[in-house]
């Protein structure tokens, strides 16, 4: 049994009641979560506040990152463990769940090391003034994570809010709880005072909206569904608190006739079965210059069919889905791919070793989806991708803005002028040339246009999101 982190203690839910623990990889269940409600958060919050107002609000930047430091240095002391842990709970193979943990130590490391960077500015005003500003922090966060990538979302987002000197509290997802109410145990041993770092587990709709309504908590960091957002930007309104949105998205990658495919060809069916496909950046639409479309779908139907699906601890290409209800999420997009005759090119393996309890998608790649096919305009958040061709530029431009989304891109050209015409017409918040995701980088800014949300998390830019601004004119003559 699992149990919430409050103010550096293991507690109970006061409902008395639990949330059974499911392993993705064969259906059963192996532990049991808190499901909490809003009198744990009323404790949580608490806890954070006064942490806030009795230590946290006067450590200096420097103190802080000593302590963001320490942490890292925790993580990375017990990463194998952590990764065991998100393994079981998500179902992500060993490779995937290693670099997860490997990402909490880069992002703790980061976020330590920019705690005593962050500063304010002066401004030349009128003769007798002198105008100064400062980067204050917003006070309590809360942080809503999803589960595809429970630590790294933890650390983008918990890391920015502390070294910009908030405290936290913290609603995983019901479906991902295990590694980050581990993390918040090792905060305590690096040293974190008591509300520093709070996790309450439960249901959103519970607890999650519990989260997002309470009058003490100062700035709310969403990541999740654009539905979801939708209901927290609602709920944020009533009391005008500042949010923070990383959503969803229908990110293209764009191969033009003069790509270098052998390096392309790879990172296209990486950047769709990695984390099997539940990737808010995955690149899940192929745009194709016609010149190369059949030759490029040869090569692609090829790997596509020689792509393993199996139990997280085998460590293959690809893992279960997170859950039964995604599965069937996944399954009723194909169904409707057969329903518009869609061609299917390729489809990957699931092993026999997988269990039947187990919630497995095989790799599937589309063709010829027509722009307006929710193939090509919603999220499947599986290992789906659905490709289709364009004739030039514009067309490629056209495909690529056409759907509500707007998060990451990736051009495929050596054109270095083509590059940079592309990347400033494409929408999105991140473009990718001659590469897909950058290996990750904690430093790169991340985030959305449209409906795939908006702020950024991740690098510096994420702390000035995680805090306000005051400006102090003072009239000397
Ligand atoms: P979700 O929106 O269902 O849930 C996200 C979190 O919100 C969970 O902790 C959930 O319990 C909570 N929640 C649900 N209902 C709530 C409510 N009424 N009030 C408050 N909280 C509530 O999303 P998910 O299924 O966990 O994750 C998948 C989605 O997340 C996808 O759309 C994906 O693209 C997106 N995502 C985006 C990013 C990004 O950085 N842009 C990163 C990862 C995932």
Redesign the pocket.
Known sequence: MQFNYIGNEARPSSSDRSIPVIDPSDGQVFDEIQRSNASDIDAAVAAARKCNDSVWSKLSGAERGRLLMRLSNKVAEHAEELALIEQRDCGKPTKQARADALALVRYFEFYAGACDKLHGTTIPYLDGYSVLTWREAHGVTGH??????PMQ?FGRSVGGALAAGNVCVV??????CLSLIRVAQLAEEAGFPAGAINIVT????E???A??RHPGIDHIS????????T??QQ?AAERHCPVTL????KSPQIIFADADLDAAIPMVINAIVQNAG????AGSRLLVDQAIYEPLLDRLGKAFTNLRVGPAVMDLDVGPL?RAS?QQRVWDFLSDAQVANIAMVAQGQVVDEAPETGFYQAPTLLRDVPVDHRLAQE?V?GPVLSAMSFKDEDEAIAQANATQFG?VAGIWTRDGSRQLRMAKRVRSGQVFINNYGAGGGVELP???VKS??YGR?KGFEALYGFTTVKTVAIKHG
């Open positions: 809503i994570i999803p589960w595809n990538y979302i609603k995983p997802s019901e479906d991902a439960g249901y959103g709709h607890v999650g909206d989260l997002a969403f990541t999740g569904s654009p539905r979801v957002g209901l927290i709920v990383e959503l969803g998205g539940q990737t808010c950046s997170i995604q999220e958040f998060l991340f985030g959305g795939s949300g998390e």
